[in-house]
């Protein structure tokens, strides 16, 4: 009898305590949403102040993904630029692109600034944006974030994977002991003085290495963009983390991620104006009140290139794993079989109205694919690529 007396006062205490509780959300005007994961902080008139949510991330939909572990070092698991996007849609970070940056050498040029060499070949893409937004406290915090994207570089580095990983790729020497034949058939990367690296053009994966510097430089542009957004809501005070730890089995595990938003209340104007003051060298305010300001010039890693890849680039992959047995029957909720509908309803209308031949004259040129061949990731990609061209075409 005096266990269940004290499961009585326990389960009164409970009750007690969520009263306080709701009465104390009562006073801060808080209102909670759906399932109880959505919170809102309302003003005094009844508006929108703030929202508390939980994000969920899916390795799936290409939002988180893994940094394999060796040895006794766990995995990682960094958020992408879909990620961050997807956790923005929350925090309401206001992200812009000045109309212009300094490069190193102090010079003044339009933002984005897109190098290319004699061909008309991109050789780099220096680019610069800023993320406007409010902390977790309601603070206003500004991040600037500019960064230079080399796909050389890149190429370089990709072939010395290769040929390490497969002496028939090519090899490190000295130029001079290199025979005609070995121009004829090969290239040469100068590292350092004489010394550098032999690649061998028979062989596929080296072939592979140029066909992902070919899509670098296809979408260096946009891939330099992509990865500056990515850095400039990653350092941002709303967002409190780069890696989470999923739950479930690969390659459909899931992350859910807390995320504080605020109401944007700077009109496009006033975030200009912001960037203006970060350009002059200002004390940055706003209303009187100083504002939190980090500078960062990004170096770009590994990590940055993959977690900012765009849909279209990981086609390879995808035809490489496609005749493999799927050991674990795909299972979609009914939101995503609804999204992929409307999706593909969108990809139809947009056909149409281009025309079927240069519908598929894009998808081949961008995608190397076609519409009856597209991917469920691949959807939001090939929309976004045809309703580009339906813009131009209006102009």
Same mark, same amino acid.
């Given at each position: 009898?005096?266990?269940?007396?004290?499961?009585?006062?326990?389960?009164?205490?409970?009750?007690e305590?969520l &009263?306080?509780?709701?009465?104390?959300m009562?006073?801060?005007?808080?209102a +909670?949403?759906?399932?109880?994961e959505v919170?809102?902080?309302? =003003?005094?008139?009844?508006?929108?102040?703030?929202v508390v949510?939980?994000?969920t991330l899916s390795?799936e939909?290409?939002?988180?993904?893994?940094i394999?572990g060796?040895?006794?070092i766990?995995s990682?698991?960094p958020i992408?630029? +879909?990620?961050?996007?997807?956790?923005? @849609? +929350?925090?309401?970070?206001? $992200?812009?692109?000045?109309k212009?940056?300094?490069?190193e050498?102090?010079? %003044?040029v339009v933002? !984005?600034?897109?190098? /290319?060499?004699?061909?008309n070949?991109?050789? *780099?893409?220096?680019? /610069?944006?800023?993320?406007? *937004?409010?902390? !977790?406290t309601?603070?206003?915090?500004?991040?600037s974030s500019?960064?230079q994207?080399?796909?050389?570089?890149y190429l +370089?580095?990709?072939l010395?994977? &290769?040929v390490?990983?497969?002496?028939?790729?090519g090899?490190?020497c000295? $130029? /001079?002991?290199?025979?005609?034949?070995?121009?004829?058939?090969?290239?040469?990367?100068?590292?350092?003085?004489d010394a550098g690296?032999? %690649?061998?053009f028979d062989?596929?994966?080296v072939f592979k290495?140029?066909? =992902?510097y070919s899509?670098?430089c296809l979408f260096?542009?946009r891939? #330099? @963009?992509?990865?500056?957004?990515?850095?400039?809501?990653?350092?941002?005070a709303?967002?409190s983390?780069?890696?989470?730890?999923?739950?479930?089995l690969?390659?459909?595990r899931t992350a859910?991620v807390?995320?504080?938003?605020w109401?944007?209340?700077?009109?496009e104007?006033?975030l200009?104006?912001?960037?203006?003051?970060?350009d002059?060298?200002?004390? $940055?305010?706003?209303?009187?009140?100083?504002?939190?300001y980090?500078?960062?010039i990004?170096? %770009?890693?590994?990590e940055?290139?993959? #977690?900012s890849t765009d849909?279209?680039?990981? %086609?390879?992959?995808?035809?490489?794993?496609?005749s493999?047995?799927?050991?674990?029957?795909?299972?979609?909720?009914?939101?995503?079989e609804?999204?992929?509908?409307?999706?593909?309803?969108?990809?139809?209308?947009?056909?149409?109205?281009?025309?079927?031949? &240069?519908?598929?004259?894009i998808?081949?040129?961008?995608m190397?694919?076609?519409?009856?061949?597209?991917k469920?990731p691949?959807?939001?990609m #090939?929309?976004?690529?045809?309703?580009?061209e339906?813009? /131009? #075409?209006?102009?």
């Amino acid at each position: 009898m005096s266990n269940e007396i004290l499961i009585i006062e326990s389960k009164n205490l409970e009750i007690e305590q969520l &009263k306080t509780q709701l009465e104390l959300m009562k006073r801060q005007n808080i209102a +909670i949403l759906g399932d109880g994961e959505v919170f809102l902080r309302k =003003t005094a008139s009844g508006g929108v102040k703030a929202v508390v949510g939980a994000v969920t991330l899916s390795e799936e939909l290409s939002e988180i993904y893994e940094i394999k572990g060796y040895g006794t070092i766990p995995s990682k698991y960094p958020i992408t630029a +879909i990620g961050y996007l997807k956790m923005n @849609q +929350i925090a309401g970070v206001s $992200i812009i692109t000045p109309k212009s940056l300094k490069l190193e050498d102090g010079t %003044v040029v339009v933002n !984005p600034y897109i190098m /290319r060499d004699k061909n008309n070949v991109i050789r *780099g893409v220096w680019v /610069r944006k800023v993320s406007i *937004g409010r902390s !977790p406290t309601g603070n206003i915090s500004m991040v600037s974030s500019t960064l230079q994207y080399n796909p050389g570089q890149y190429l +370089i580095a990709d072939l010395i994977k &290769k040929v390490k990983d497969d002496t028939k790729a090519g090899r490190l020497c000295n $130029i /001079r002991s290199l025979t005609q034949d070995d121009f004829v058939n090969g290239q040469f990367f100068s590292l350092y003085d004489d010394a550098g690296l032999w %690649v061998n053009f028979d062989n596929k994966e080296v072939f592979k290495a140029f066909e =992902t510097y070919s899509q670098n430089c296809l979408f260096a542009e946009r891939k #330099a @963009q992509t990865i500056v957004e990515r850095n400039c809501l990653k350092k941002h005070a709303a967002f409190s983390r780069m890696y989470v730890q999923p739950q479930g089995l690969a390659p459909k595990r899931t992350a859910k991620v807390k995320v504080v938003g605020w109401t944007c209340d700077l009109s496009e104007d006033e975030l200009q104006k912001l960037a203006e003051q970060v350009d002059k060298g200002d004390d $940055i305010t706003m209303d009187g009140q100083k504002i939190h300001y980090t500078e960062a010039i990004d170096i %770009v890693e590994d990590e940055d290139v993959v #977690a900012s890849t765009d849909e279209e680039e990981v %086609v390879v992959q995808e035809e490489e794993t496609e005749s493999q047995p799927d050991t674990q029957p795909e299972q979609m909720s009914f939101e995503d079989e609804r999204e992929y509908d409307v999706l593909i309803e969108k990809i139809e209308e947009a056909v149409e109205s281009l025309g079927v031949e &240069k519908a598929a004259e894009i998808l081949k040129k961008n995608m190397k694919t076609s519409v009856d061949k597209l991917k469920k990731p691949q959807y939001k990609m #090939a929309l976004q690529l045809l309703n580009e061209e339906i813009g /131009r #075409a209006a102009k």
